[in-house]
């Protein structure tokens, strides 16, 4: 896979690749994922990438000749037509978007190469969205400063996605999300740490209990942090009755 990603702030980029496995998939030739600046693709002596709102109002927005020389460039398409069928996807990075999820996220590992347009100021020139762009992509309900921080989680959840990114001894359908619930908790070394002791049942060589003691745990923790999760979730009758239990005090007497 190729990712380029457009942006007024290349260097942003400098580092949040090199590390774990997305660095991994890089050294092996997975992916090839590269920052460009947007003014390099502007024609005027001062590369101006903004200019003021149609309209009146705060703040600039980007202008559309700079983004559609870019894109051009980078993918030989002038516009989102052109690219059916060619596993390119165009993705906008901004707070109108559809919000990304771990589905979004298989759907665009998917793709030979994915070009990101990193938004700033007000926002865009909504020609780029109306003809350029295959997807729209907010990361969440929050304000960021641009749409860097954006594009290098959406380029991390895909890029761990790829055929061959994760080791042996774990994958990506053991992760969280993958069953629509949260994991489980977790212990190590030592047993009792600060007077709490790690529960018994995961100190005892029972798999089929711990199995179980997992599973309980994963549900009630989804309940607690993500209750809108369990809507989805598919669940035994088993499952059901444990939820309809009584939330216990403190997990850790189990
Ligand atoms: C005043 C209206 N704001 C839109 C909701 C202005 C505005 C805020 C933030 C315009 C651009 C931005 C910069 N954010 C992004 O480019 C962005 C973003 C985000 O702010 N939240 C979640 N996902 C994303 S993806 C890109």
């Known amino acids: 896979m190729r990712v380029d990603i457009i942006t007024i702030f290349p260097d942003y980029f400098g580092a949040v690749f090199d590390y774990g496995i997305v660095r991994r ?33 705060d703040g600039m927005v980007l202008k559309p000749e700079p983004i559609f020389a870019a894109v051009e ?40 190469q994915i070009v990101l347009i990193c938004g700033r ?3 865009v020139d909504e020609r780029v969205v109306e003809t350029l762009v295959t997807d729209e ?10 749409g860097e921080p954006a594009a290098a989680v959406v380029v991390d959840a895909i890029v761990r996605l790829l055929p061959g990114a ?17 994991d489980f908790p977790h212990y190590t070394r030592p047993p009792e740490f600060r007077g ?10 029972n798999h089929s209990e711990i199995a179980r003691w997992r599973r309980r745990r994963a549900l009630l923790k989804t309940r607690r942090n993500r209750p809108d999760l369990l809507e989805c979730a ?13 939330e216990p005090e403190i997990f850790r007497d189990e």
Do not use: C
């Not at 002038?78 to 906008?92: C, D, H, M, N």
């Not at 709490?196 to 060589?205: N, T």
């Open 25 to 57: 998939a890089g050294a092996g030739g997975l992916v090839e994922i590269k920052a460009h600046d947007l003014r390099g693709w502007t024609t005027d002596k001062h590369r101006m990438v903004d200019d003021r709102p149609f309209g009146g109002g």
């Open 121 to 123: 100021y007000e926002g």
């Open 73 to 112: 460039s980078l993918t030989g398409a002038r516009q989102a037509q052109e690219l059916a069928g060619t596993g390119v996807r165009v993705v906008l990075l901004s707070p109108q978007g559809r919000v990304f999820d771990q589905k979004v996220a298989g759907e665009l590992a998917g793709a030979k």
């Open 166 to 182: 994760l080791g042996s001894e774990t994958s990506a359908s053991n992760d969280s999300f993958s069953d629509g619930l949260l």
């Open 196 to 205: 709490s002791r790690a529960p018994e049942v995961l100190l005892g060589g």
């Open 234 to 246: 598919a669940l035994s009758e088993a499952e059901r009755a444990w939820l309809a239990e009584e």
């Open 137 to 146: 992509i907010s990361i969440g309900d929050y304000v960021l400063s641009g």
